[in-house]
């Protein structure tokens, strides 16, 4: 097992699982810290040791091998609490490509099921702390790269909540981050995949501001996590310089194997343009672009061509009828 107290910290860990009357997910949410994941009334994190405190369990091994660690959960409440212990996988939100882990009861496929604690629960009393051992045990045909996860504790006490009119069941969990690489070839490769332009303009040329959606598929395909940048630029005829700008609403991570769609608006878009729009995404030893060509038509103007159209259309065939007719 080893420890790389150097590499970037990584976000807190604050877990809500929300069971809805038809539906339950595990959400994450945090900012970038140095200590425990906390939510106020107990916190999660890798038991202290000689390196000092850890906020994350961060290993590397080999396939085959085992490694052994601790997790210290402490209660910050004056009431005892019991506590679920388990691991999970974690993923990219397809919403906003976020950091999440799975459920207590969904399938889990790597880190998550390779991790197990020596016990499922755990009770700690009011302000106190329990250390508990950790096992991953990895196995001989893991694949190398990334398995990102977390070490979670969840109340499985149902709290009441409301979202606006809906009465919600919540039952809320902390996690600290487990960031195992399995040694192997490192393979980064991220690409930009199914670019679509959706435009948006008045009815009538001048009267009001354009604007055009534009979506498209951010994808890790390779095996180690990634700090994601992408560029959008977009031009018109001629190769004029319409947009060249990077973009913010990237996830600040992608993990091994993820996809997320995402949208960008382009306000004031061209209302008369035939151009390109090409986005190009990197990381560290990964760069891939795509691009998807847009023509730009008022909607006034696009009718007046489909009505032209449609007019030459009907008098070509009511022409080629009365030729067939004059000749039988």
């Known amino acids: 097992m080893t420890h790389k107290p150097s590499a970037p910290l990584p976000r807190r860990l604050s877990l809500l699982l929300t069971a809805l009357p038809t539906t339950a997910a595990l959400l994450v949410s945090g900012a970038p810290a140095a200590h425990a994941a906390d939510n106020g009334s107990w916190s999660v994190q890798p038991a202290s040791g000689d390196a000092g405190e850890r906020p994350y369990f961060y290993l590397s091994a080999k396939p085959g091998s085992t490694l052994t660690d601790r997790v210290t959960v402490t209660n910050k409440t004056a009431e005892p609490l019991t506590l679920r212990l388990y691991a999970a996988d974690a993923y990219n939100t397809a919403r906003d490509g976020g950091f999440a882990v799975r459920a207590f009861d969904e399938k889990q496929r790597s880190v998550g099921a390779w991790a197990r604690t020596d016990r499922t ?14 096992t991953i045990t990895v196995p001989e045909d893991a694949e190398p790269g990334d398995h990102p996860g977390a070490l979670v504790a969840l109340d499985e006490r ?3 909540a409301r979202r606006g009119s809906l009465a919600v069941g919540v039952r809320r969990a902390v996690g600290a981050r487990i960031h195992l690489r399995v040694d192997g ?6 690409s930009v995949e199914d670019v679509r332009v959706e435009q948006r303009r008045p009815l009538v040329p001048g009267t009001g501001k354009s604007r055009a959606v534009i979506t498209y598929t951010l994808h890790n395909r390779g095996n180690v996590t990634l700090d994601p940048k992408v560029a959008l630029r977009a031009e018109g005829l001629f190769g004029r310089t319409l947009l060249d700008r990077k973009l913010t609403k990237v996830p600040a991570e992608m993990l091994p194997r993820q996809q997320v769609r995402l949208t960008e608006t382009w306000e004031g878009a061209p209302q008369l343009d035939w151009g390109e729009v090409a986005l190009t995404a990197s990381a560290e030893g990964t760069r891939e672009s795509a691009a998807v060509s847009f023509l730009a038509v008022p909607w006034l103007l696009a009718g007046l061509l489909a009505v032209t159209a449609a007019a030459a259309g009907t008098f070509l065939g009511l022409r080629i009828r009365s030729r067939r007719s004059a000749a039988v």
């Open 121 to 134: 629960k755990v009770t700690v009393g009011p302000r106190r702390s329990v250390t508990v051992p950790l």
């Open 185 to 190: 070839p490192a393979v980064p490769a991220l």
């Open 158 to 160: 149902m709290e009441s």
